[in-house]
């Protein structure tokens, strides 16, 4: 009988998911075919980019040297020259070459003043260089005033060995929070401001097979950063100044009675053409295995609408189209029918997959 009543509860509450999801489908499925491209608030309810906002600013880019990254620095460099607006750009990624062919084409075939842009070439992954790095970034210029926190790298592995997690952790995850620790303490509490905007992806809330760690990156970035917000935003700025910093420091740092402000944006891209695929990590922690992404959106259009969400400074932006937009809003509002949908599925993900790593592993053999 007990179990007769479980079963009864079961259909029961799968039942209310199901009506409750019907509502959040139709305003997804609204939202998708009207704006196509992001979530309502971002699409409908937000001003137009303002060019202003990026006056005089130093903008840091990580994973600069292609896709979102690259497309974001040109979209910047290309606000400055038409709208005559001084901004200054450090471009970031473990690739120098690639890096010395944006800033190439941001000098020669955009205009923006070579001293306007550094490249600060490193691996984010390795953190024993980002503290050293950190203040590189700073002394350029003195300050920095947005950072893109855009590097990462992607995971196709099924039932992968623990190498393999941890690089994606450490770049996606430990990276991405240590500098953006470093930038908020010696750099926006003195200044009293700063803007942080993340490129994470709508796999925070979607599991997909064969992809645990990339998925729990960003997940464990979700989570980070909107408690950091909250810390940001909450707490008694004049109590935490008097207790964490000295009062010579203080009076080095120009830090008196002024709050700072400093925001936070994550953003949440679906699917978007870039390379990104091609640097996997597979199942062995070995960086091979994909080819470039050809679905979603362009990279231009993400970085656009990353540019649009960072001047109305957004807290939670999502950046999808069509599909992916309608499933992120279910999976948002309603996850027991998401569930239910990708446990249909998850078949197909996980052959996909383990079809690509059986032919790596052959070819390593």
């Avoid at 964490?244 to 009675?257: A, R």
């Avoid at 091979?288 to 109305?312: F, H, P």
Wanted: net charge positive.
């Amino acid at each position: 009988m007990n179990g007769f009543k479980k079963q009864i509860f079961e259909l029961f509450g799968i039942f209310c998911s199901i009506l409750y999801a019907i509502p959040v489908f139709f305003w997804s499925f609204f939202v998708a075919a009207l704006r196509k491209d992001s979530d309502f608030v971002l699409g409908y309810l937000s001003s137009k980019t303002s060019h202003d906002y990026f006056r005089d600013k130093v903008i840091w880019i990580t994973g600069s040297s292609s896709g979102i990254g690259k497309s974001l620095a040109i979209i910047l460099s290309e606000l400055s020259i038409r709208y005559k607006i001084p901004l200054f750009i450090i471009l970031t990624s473990r690739d120098s070459v690639e890096l010395d062919l944006v800033k190439s084409e941001l000098v020669e075939v955009i205009g923006i003043p070579e001293e306007n842009i550094l490249i600060l070439s490193f691996d984010i992954g390795d953190l024993s260089l980002i503290d050293s790095k950190v203040e590189e970034a700073i002394k350029w210029k003195g300050r920095i005033d947005l950072f893109y926190n855009n590097a990462g790298v992607g995971q196709k592995a099924i039932l992968g060995k623990f190498e393999s997690d941890k690089k994606v952790m450490m770049v996606n995850t430990l990276g991405s929070i240590m500098i953006s620790r470093l930038l908020i303490h010696k750099c926006f509490i003195p200044q009293r401001c700063g803007h942080i905007i993340n490129t994470l992806s709508i796999q925070a809330y979607i599991p997909l097979p064969g992809r645990c760690s990339y998925g729990a990156s960003k997940r464990a970035n979700l989570s980070f950063f909107q408690s950091l917000r909250m810390e940001l935003e909450g707490i008694n700025w004049d109590d935490y100044l008097s207790t964490e910093i000295s009062k010579n420091e203080m009076e080095s740092k120009n830090i008196f009675s002024v709050s700072p402000e400093i925001l936070i944006t994550n953003v949440y891209p679906g699917h978007v053409k870039t390379e990104f695929d091609v640097r996997n990590i597979m199942y062995d922690g070995s960086s091979n295995g994909g080819v470039s992404n050809m679905k979603g959106m362009s990279s231009r259009e993400c970085a656009e609408l990353m540019i649009k969400a960072t001047t109305n400074k957004l807290k939670e932006v999502w950046i999808a189209r069509g599909s992916e937009l309608i499933f992120t809003y279910i999976s948002y509002y309603s996850p027991n029918v998401s569930g239910l949908i990708s446990n249909i599925l998850n078949t197909k993900f996980v052959e996909k997959v383990w079809e690509l790593q059986k032919s790596n592993l052959k070819k390593s053999t």
